[in-house]
């Protein structure tokens, strides 16, 4: 039978030592036996209506809509201001250094979100809860409504603006354009909010949730290829996933498709709502 507890050690030494460009998936055993410990944060990505519902034992809450900024986004097609980023990150308790668990509900938009800004700012050291906060209900562990109270901490932004991708840098005959929205959106049936209703032109639509697993973030792994190959969707093409805001539905595709080896992906965080509220945009329905 094997020891346990160095099952443990070795499932949460990759955390430790991730590269910046890691995705990696954390399961709710091995972060049960983690709780507690000092060089670990866990963060929960939800709403603070749904994180002061119950969240995990030991949670901060960051939604990643605190961190947005959208007059940073329209002037300079940044996801976020940086400075002010930081601050919030700061305030948390949350430094450059320290290994960072994020979680959501389940499925994987809100994590997302916030591993894409966390990676915009430079953070190394990411993982994700596979399955989240259900998955985490599902096998009966613990919850609580306990707040922490942390100390504050020093976070430096090292902002990658490479990152992110903007309108000037849509459009080349290169890139292949997925719209992560429903078919609904893409179809212009619904606008989701947008000044105009249809899609970037020469998008295709491939909607975020076609990857999505049930209690698991991801589907498995033979299916998303399956399903990416069907799309005739190459993991050679240079790849921009656009979304309703920029952040959730896109950040999730970036995240499938980096986990799947895929290493040409950008996000544009402007998004459909950036782009149908310029007139002299072209659309497409």
């Known amino acids: 039978m094997k020891n346990p507890m160095g099952l443990f050690l070795l499932c949460f030494c990759w955390l430790l030592a991730l590269p910046a460009a890691a995705v990696e998936l954390i399961d709710s055993a091995t972060l049960a036996q983690r709780l507690g410990q000092q060089s670990l944060l866990l963060i929960d990505a939800e709403s603070p209506q749904d994180y002061r519902r119950a969240h995990i034992p030991g949670a901060l809450n960051l939604h990643y809509q605190t961190l947005e900024d959208e007059d940073e986004n329209s002037k300079t097609g940044l996801p976020i201001f940086p400075q002010l980023a930081a601050s919030k990150l700061g305030a948390l308790g949350i430094s450059n250094d ?54 504050s901490a020093n976070y430096v932004p090292r ?17 292949l354009i997925l719209d992560a929205r429903s078919i609904a959106e893409y179809s212009g049936k619904e606008d989701g909010g947008a000044r105009r209703a249809g899609h ?33 969707i190459d993991p050679q093409q240079e790849i921009v996933t656009y979304c ?38 072209p659309i497409e329905r």
Request: net charge positive; no cysteine; hydrophobic share 40%.
């Open 244 to 281: 309703n805001g920029g952040l959730g539905r896109s950040t999730f595709l970036l995240l499938a498709l980096e986990r799947l080896g895929y290493t040409r992906v950008r996000v544009y965080p402007g998004s459909w709502s950036e782009w149908a509220a310029d007139p002299a945009r």
């Open 159 to 175: 902002p990658d603006v490479g990152f992110a991708l903007t309108s000037a840098e849509l459009q080349q005959p290169q890139r």
């Open 98 to 151: 320290g290994p960072l668990v994020i979680y959501d509900q389940g499925n994987g938009r809100a994590a997302s979100a916030l591993w894409y800004i966390l990676r915009f700012l430079g953070h190394e050291r990411l993982a994700i809860l596979d399955g989240g906060f259900r998955a985490w209900v599902a096998e009966q562990r613990p919850v609580t409504q306990q707040q922490p109270s942390p100390a």
């Open 200 to 232: 970037i032109p020469g998008a295709l639509s491939f909607p975020w949730d076609r990857l999505g697993g049930d209690l698991r973030t991801f589907a498995d792994e033979a299916t998303q290829r399956a399903r990416l190959k069907q799309a005739g």
